[in-house]
């Protein structure tokens, strides 16, 4: 699947970091904008729709986590957030504001790309199964998969790109126990499996899944992984 010329916007107020980010990617064919800081950040999304946003935390205006705030409110679109410390609260924030993955600086544009290209083929792969199967039902849990909303017992929520694409997998396997590893591979399209990073993230997302539909939505199978509790 080609993915070239889809539209990129790189958030980063490090002009050299933001120019050799911008370089790797235009050289893999994709459209790409850059924004030094949170406003113009946030007018770019509005502007020019772009299919991914590389995300700095650091930035003037106001910061990375506030402008992810204000894209997902607006519409989802994928995020990879980027942050100078490998503190584990900036992660979580992170993820919780609606980001779909992170990467610690320094990074290579190697590792930055693969990740670019993991997040556009997920999003891709959903809209096909979109398209395929347009609505689960399980008890009280409704997925509109066609126009990318939830809703349980009537109540809507608002869920990020990935956190739709989580609950999917689980609601398309309702009761079986999905290990970490298998949601990193079939969710997030990594290839490299059961690191601390990839273990925190899908946490994270769980957690965000509990909060928005119910700490009873999916069980954590100790040691294993999760399983959705909801069903017919």
Do not use: N
């Amino acid at each position: 699947m080609e993915l070239g010329g889809r539209r990129v916007l790189v958030v980063e107020d490090d002009l050299t970091i933001a120019e050799s980010i911008s370089a790797r990617l235009r050289a893999e064919g994709f459209a790409v904008e850059v924004a030094h800081d949170g406003p113009a950040a946030v007018a770019a999304d509005v502007d020019g729709e772009p299919d991914l946003v590389v995300l700095d935390v650091m930035l003037p205006g106001f910061d990375g986590l506030e402008v992810c705030r204000r894209i997902q409110a607006r519409r989802p679109v994928p995020v990879l957030m980027l942050t100078a410390r490998a503190d584990e609260t900036d992660m979580l924030v992170g993820l919780g504001v609606g980001a779909d993955d992170y990467l610690t600086k320094p990074f290579s544009m190697r590792v930055l790309s693969a990740r670019v290209h993991a997040l556009l083929r997920r999003v891709e792969r959903s809209a096909l199964l979109g398209a395929a199967e347009a609505r689960i039902v399980l008890g009280d849990l409704e997925i509109d998969i066609e126009r990318r909303r939830v809703a349980r017992g009537g109540i809507p929520a608002q869920l990020t790109p990935i956190e739709f694409d989580l609950l999917v997998h689980f609601a398309r396997r309702p009761r079986a126990v999905q290990p970490r590893e298998r949601l990193l591979s079939e969710v997030w399209d990594w290839d490299a499996h059961g690191t601390a990073s990839g273990t925190r993230a899908v946490d994270s997302h769980i957690k965000a899944l509990r909060r928005k539909l119910g700490a009873d939505l999916i069980r954590t199978v100790h040691g294993v992984g999760y399983a959705l509790e909801v069903g017919p």
